[in-house]
């Protein structure tokens, strides 16, 4: 079975994502900058939310130029991600219109939390189709990014309801991590 | 005529149906539990048309994957099978909203039904085309599924108005026949 | 230029369209039978111009199959027909919302028109470039159904004043000349 | 790393934003011309950016087509450039409804200008990945068009305060700027 398909289905269902969260920037009746002013903590959010769909699409890019072939498996494993992924918008709004108040930023978390495990999952679902010593498992290899990314999640979640301001870091501490190093690692396995 | 677009453009709709369901889930305007509980319902009507999306996408995939050509009809009976997918964010919207109200519960199952004969009338638009003993004919073989799927929609549907969850639970079976079983058939078509 | 980005584009354009008109259909907030009634004509509304963007889609497919390379012109012209179609969901929405009142009618004829009188430029971009004599060239040949086409909804606009249903019936009618017919002239032309 | 999916990719969400921004045409509940009278600045405003879309959409195909292979950084500058224009929606509506006040036409000018800033910054990342004496560095010159935008934006951007009809004129020039005298450089650079 060609990749072909789960490719452009997944670019869709991100491109999507990340285009109608900005749809939660809701207009002001007025042309005054105090109109803009409860749009600052939505404006952070989406921008949040928009790296984190773009780590993701980065990651899936790069997750599936190793792979050759996908199975039934693989595609219920990407729609999983999928599934998590699409309930970012909500979490992100919530988050914003809130000023990121403790329970939202904590269901935030939480829909991190799954879509890391799902993504997680993708890659051990690949791993299994293409074999342990695979160029795609030997890639991941370990993935301690992907586990303390898991880690700091569940740090993040409870730490909410003493400082959303704390979770939030760490979330964006995430963001950060899998955006900077990513290339001297991704030297570091293919030396 | 190759079949290229005829996948772009319903991996685009799939994917745009798919994403646009979530906008149902109305960002509540304040941060506590209690502003999540009318929210249940709708999650759940979400989650139960994701997965169906899911495993329509997965089908189309499929069946794509054993043609090498499309003809006008084969793009009509395509669109066709667009239009009550497309119907698909509605009843699942009216449905959640209405705490599993008898006729939006009905109305669900009916649209259901639809795109389950759309889906028929592309199964055999497609063997029409490519003939009585191609590969495809054989992969769909007697497609009982596909007929099953019919015969619990129309049972599912008039049982609405004596116990909506009852009709629910129909279309959850329906959904974990598809999900579940597929490979074993499969394997065994294939052999 | 490659032709593979302006088809992809345009999918993603027309699959949009086709799938945020389903969003003028506004859940009901009671589960009656009543509450779908004003969702009637906007359901009809909805049904004529999936078929159009169908149509349309079609016929963009078929027409680029025909066509190796485009220039920016053809790029153009494309973007020029996208930008008419963009303007359906409004048009179907004012024309549901107002139960096929005069003027929201006459309006959505005007998209229409010019919707084909872009395609119309289009398909005289794409013969310039590929030449008189090109297979392209050829297909169209007169193109007597785009030009009747034209004629009807030039009738139909002024006619949405005297009577609004025989103007949605000639809309009807344009649609159902470019379902049915279809495949008798493509055979004629190819014979 | 192949380009295929980043073009997907960027495709689908321009696509999105072009089609997103006419649902900000909201549909007017009676079915008179002066209903649509407040709707005409803001169907200027999304012509004005379908028109700039269009030739992002145009001129981010002539670039990548330029280019062979891809790595992080363009991934990333790409998506830069995709998060200004995702901005694009909102500026729009905002100028749209309050009929060109000061400060919407100031901000859309930003999100112009931070756009442009954007894509010139996509040109060098690829340009860097390139190399300095590849048919892209020579295609993209000294790029007097995107440095004169840049300058016309920021000139633009103050002068909104003054006037907002001379700023739209100002983002209307550099739009005209790059609808028409592309193809005779074009052919300068080729020649």
Redesign the interface.
């Known amino acids: ?2 990749k072909g ?5 997944s ?10 969260m ?4 809701k ?7 105090t109109a803009l002013q409860p749009l600052i903590p939505v404006f952070l959010s989406y ?1 949040l939310s ?1 790296v984190y769909i ?1 780590i993701y ?2 990651n899936h ?2 997750l599936l ?1 190793a792979v050759r072939q996908v199975n ?1 498996n693989v ?2 494993a990407n ?1 999983h991600l ?2 998590w992924l ?2 970012i ?2 979490v992100t ?2 988050t914003g ?2 000023h990121s ?4 930023v904590a269901f935030y978390g939480g829909v991190l939390l799954f879509a890391a495990i799902a993504y997680y999952i993708l890659t051990q679902v690949l791993i299994a189709y293409e074999g342990r010593d695979s160029a795609l498992a030997i890639a991941v290899g370990r993935d301690w990014k992907g586990k303390i990314s898991v880690v700091i999640y569940a740090i993040a979640i409870p730490l909410a309801f003493l400082s959303s301001w704390l979770s939030l870091g760490l979330y964006v501490l995430v963001a950060v991590m899998w ?1 900077i190093p ?2 001297r690692i ?1 030297r570091a396995l293919l030396s």
Chains 1, 2, 3, 4 share one sequence.
């Open positions: 079975m060609g398909r789960i490719e452009a289905f670019d869709g269902v991100l491109a999507i994502i990340i285009t109608i900005v749809l939660e920037l207009i002001p009746h007025e042309a005054e900058l921008l928009f773009g699409w980065n890019h790069h130029q039934g595609l219920w729609l999928l599934f699409s309930l918008p909500f709004g919530w219109e809130n108040a403790a329970l939202p955006l990513d290339r991704e």
